[in-house]
């Protein structure tokens, strides 16, 4: 599990600051990994994501700064229509692992410190701080092989461990073991009376 401190990490003094992609693949394999990933769907709105998370990491690479410079502005611009046509925010600061899927979109906040190889998630999901105030590194890490369900929210310095499984619209601020599976309260069903029935019947009768 991760340790929570108020203290900055020398982590995030050097966030933003070099090139994050998986370190074992290179950026044009590594965009037809993600094409794969999304079952080559040029249309797929999580792969546009992806794919400008991996340039915005990948432009980080270049020492000389004069060169960056419009790759960065040029990231600024994709990372804004990704964010208006698909509705999904991803910045290039957040780790990334290797045949992540993001398997629809709108409503995507995916603030996390880091996501792990082969992670699925879905849309309206929120991953970040779990107070407005918090310091940015008091985030999330989601572990590898994780499923994260519609509408869930991971929120604060947690670690969702390797193989969980997270299921719709859960909230989780806290930490939860490998091979984990979190549910949302089952719900309560009960039978109407008959009562409430004979009121709605008198209500829709013209």
Known sequence: MIEVTSDRPESDVQLGMRNCNPPDI???ALLQEDFVTHERDPFSQGFWALAVHRFGNWRMGLRSRLLRWPLSLLYKVLE???EWLAGISLKYTVHVGRRVR????????LGALS??????IRQNTTFGVKRRGDPRWLKPVIGDRCDIGAGAVIVGAIEVG???VVGANVV??????????VLCAKPSIRQ????????VDEAVQP
Do not use: T, Y
């Open 102 to 109: 993001i398997w629809h979109h709108g409503g995507m906040v």
């Open 172 to 181: 989780l601020a806290c930490s939860v073991p490998a091979n984990s599976v």
């Open 162 to 164: 390797a193989g969980s």
């Open 26 to 28: 290179g950026f044009w």
């Open 80 to 82: 804004k229509l990704v």
């Open 192 to 199: 109407r009376c008959e009562r409430q029935l004979n009121v």
């Open 115 to 120: 996501i792990g190889d082969d992670v699925h």
